[in-house]
């Protein structure tokens, strides 16, 4: 049991005023020789008529011989407690080594669904530096939600309709080659060449579009030639897409994008009428939302074309039906911000009341040091490269650090993507993001390879120790500040791994990784873990067990690897 939780819970009683308040009231003393935590009793004393000094001197006497609590000293208008700091140590380090990778789980989601849209790419475009926020946040979250027991449905709502696939299969048919395609070393980047070559040739030659248009059409009509070349756009581009979702250890259940709901819009259009939730102006189908101070959803243009919300609206009803989704997220951009309010808005107004548990789960800007891109001008830049130039530029770096490592290679990669995955993931989402390679890499900073090696240290010195036994450990030994931080940031993590889900916000639990690894790092350094006392070795073995454990639990949250040895 908590231990704050259970002073709470006595004073509540004593002064009748919720155990929740008086949680939030405890601070920390102002140095350790005044105890563990402080309790301000001037919060007490209009409820009570009493001086803050008389009421901590009286409460003082509900703490004698609880356990958990040394002592309880009033000193002022404050009631300090003095916490029994290696019977905390012992419980919280027994509960982790018992638990191990399931610590901080739970069944609270058991039997939910929950359908998690992100990463979702376009095909023929560049899988570009800008989507690795999608992709890493959603991975983790779908890890986050697995280990509080929900079933996460991860799903690659890929950009595969639209006009741009007339432009496509015109430029390919004009200037393309099949083999140059097949044979590349990135056939991705063949067709955005393609793409990009489509408009640059249109400035001069406008009718191109005319014909993109019609190319289109013939691809909604299913035209078996141009299908076909259609689908082989979407197979090359997912081929390559996969070698970056293989780096990262990013995986999918379901690749069910905008084409894949063709067929099934018109009877949400149908359905759409019906309900007389849609209107039409100036021969558009639209959803008039000017109650709610947005402007109208478009469900069909002019010419009865559908665009992406009327495919967002229908793939929010497949999933329902399909997955009979708990919640339904969205982890795009924040410049989609008032699609998706139109998208939720409109279910709501069709009488869905889980439009509710639908949540847009946005997030900010990345920019890189090599400055802006844009796909038409064809200077983007792939994802897939800023993974290898991090792999390659972490090798460098270990190749110096420890150059007999075994198995350098692997650990590089691990290494390097972790280094790019966790920037994203180390800030409240919706902040912009600035890379920088000099941060991402730095082994000391609050960085991946720092957790990491922290992580790869706490496995050294059990390696060496060659096992320990826990039923002789002296937990006595573990009553000092700097063994109380690392426990006290270990026993957060269930906590947090909760809100993390809760706010959709996995950079809680980096935050928790680098208190709990700053915190191992220091006791590591304050503590002779193999002392000469069997007893002490022990505990303070279990300790450095505990803090393995809890750091690789926190990485493998956030979609990273923890290797051994570094
Ligand atoms: N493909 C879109 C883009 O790159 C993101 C799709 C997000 N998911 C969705 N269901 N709209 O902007």
Redo the contacts with the bound molecule.
């Keep these: 049991m908590d231990i704050r939780k259970l002073i709470a819970a006595k004073v509540s009683e004593y002064a009748s005023v919720p155990a929740g308040d008086v949680e939030a009231w405890f601070e920390v003393p102002p140095s350790p020789d005044k105890g563990d935590v402080a309790l301000p009793c001037f919060k007490l004393a209009k409820s009570l008529r009493k001086t803050p000094p008389a009421i901590a001197a009286e409460l003082s006497k509900a703490f004698t011989g609880v356990t958990g609590i040394v002592k309880a000293e009033p000193v002022g208008g404050y009631l300090n407690f003095f916490l029994d700091r290696s019977g905390e140590a012992r419980t919280v380090i027994e509960k982790i080594l018992s638990e191990r990778e399931n610590y901080g789980s739970s069944c609270e989601g058991k039997n939910r669904n929950v359908c998690i849209?992100f990463s979702?790419?376009?095909i023929c475009k560049p899988f570009g530096v800008h989507h690795i926020t999608t992709t890493v946040l959603g991975n983790s979250l779908a890890r986050i939600y697995k280990h509080l027991g929900f079933n996460p449905v991860r799903i690659n709502?890929l950009?595969d309709w639209g006009t741009q696939f007339g432009k496509m299969l015109v430029a390919f048919k004009k200037w393309g080659d099949r083999e140059t395609v097949e044979n590349s070393e990135s056939p991705m980047r063949e067709l955005v060449a393609l793409y990009v070559r489509f408009h640059q040739e249109a400035e001069a030659h406008p009718e191109l579009e005319d014909e993109a248009r019609a190319t289109f059409r013939s691809i909604e009509l299913h035209d078996p030639e141009n299908w076909a070349l259609y689908d082989w756009f979407k197979e090359m581009t997912l081929k390559e897409a996969q070698r970056t979702y293989d780096l990262l250890g990013v995986e999918f259940d379901s690749y069910n994008g905008e084409a894949f709901y063709e067929d099934k819009m018109p009877a949400v259009i149908e359905e759409l009428k019906e309900k007389g939730v849609t209107t039409v102006d100036n021969g558009m189908t639209i959803v008039d939302l000017s109650a709610y101070n947005m402007p109208p959803c478009l469900i069909l243009k002019s010419n009865g074309g559908t665009i992406y919300p009327t495919r967002?609206i229908t793939?929010a009803i497949y999933r329902k039906n399909t997955y009979d989704f708990y919640k339904n997220l969205?982890v795009?951009a924040y410049q989609q911000n008032l699609h998706f309010r139109q998208v939720f808005k409109t279910l709501e107004l069709m009488g869905y009341d889980w439009a509710k548990d639908c949540v847009h789960v946005n997030f900010g800007m990345i920019s890189m040091p090599e400055g802006t891109f844009s796909t038409r001008k064809g200077n983007a830049i792939y994802l897939e490269d800023v993974l290898v130039k991090a792999i390659e530029k972490t090798g460098a770096i270990m190749r110096e650090k420890s150059p007999d490592l075994e198995n350098m290679d692997e650990v590089a990669r691990q290494v390097g993507v972790g280094a790019v995955i966790w920037g994203p993931l180390y800030s409240s989402r919706i902040k912009d993001f600035t890379f920088s390679w000099d941060k991402a890499l730095n082994f000391e900073g609050e960085t991946a390879p720092y957790a990491q090696y922290t992580h790869a240290r706490c496995c050294s010195v059990l390696r060496k120790a060659d096992g320990y036994d826990i039923e002789k450990a002296a937990w006595d030994c573990l009553d000092n500040e700097s063994c109380a931080a690392l426990v006290k940031a270990m026993s957060a993590l269930p906590a947090t791994i909760e809100s993390a889900a809760e706010k959709y916000e996995p950079y809680l639990i980096s935050r928790n990784v680098i208190e709990i690894c700053s915190a191992f790092n220091k006791f590591y350094f304050e503590n002779r873990i193999m002392d000469e006392d069997e007893g002490v070795r022990a505990a303070r073995l279990a300790v450095t067990d505990a803090a393995r454990t809890a750091i690789k639990l926190g990485l493998y949250l956030l979609g990273i690897e923890a290797p051994e040895r570094m």
């Design positions: 849209d979702s790419i376009n709502h950009g967002d793939a969205y795009v």
